[in-house]
């Protein structure tokens, strides 16, 4: 017996999600950021909250292949 998920959200229902994340990033997040940090001190953030979403990435991704039957 094979079980299917079915696809529940459509391409609209996706770009609506990421609009949203979107707004809600602009309006609440990167602005109070911007003005409290300064360009400087919000760009050092950012480049370090993507290194260190890239670490996670990679943590993520290599878990599989020590334990591959899990």
Same mark, same amino acid.
């Given at each position: 017996?094979? @079980?299917?998920? &079915?696809?529940?959200? /459509?391409? #609209?229902? =996706?770009? +609506? #999600?990421?609009? +949203?994340?979107? #707004?809600?990033?602009? !309006?609440? /997040?990167? @602005? !109070? +950021?911007? +003005?409290? $940090? /300064?360009? =400087? /001190?919000?760009?050092?953030?950012?480049?370090? #909250? $993507?290194?260190? !979403?890239?670490?996670?990435?990679? @943590?993520?991704?290599? *878990?599989?292949? *020590? &334990?591959?039957? $899990?």
């Amino acid at each position: 017996m094979t @079980s299917t998920l &079915k696809p529940t959200l /459509g391409t #609209i229902h =996706l770009w +609506g #999600i990421a609009v +949203g994340l979107v #707004i809600s990033g602009e !309006y609440f /997040g990167w @602005s !109070y +950021g911007w +003005g409290v $940090a /300064g360009t =400087l /001190g919000f760009l050092l953030t950012t480049l370090m #909250i $993507a290194l260190m !979403y890239t670490c996670f990435i990679f @943590s993520f991704t290599a *878990a599989p292949l *020590a &334990k591959p039957v $899990a």
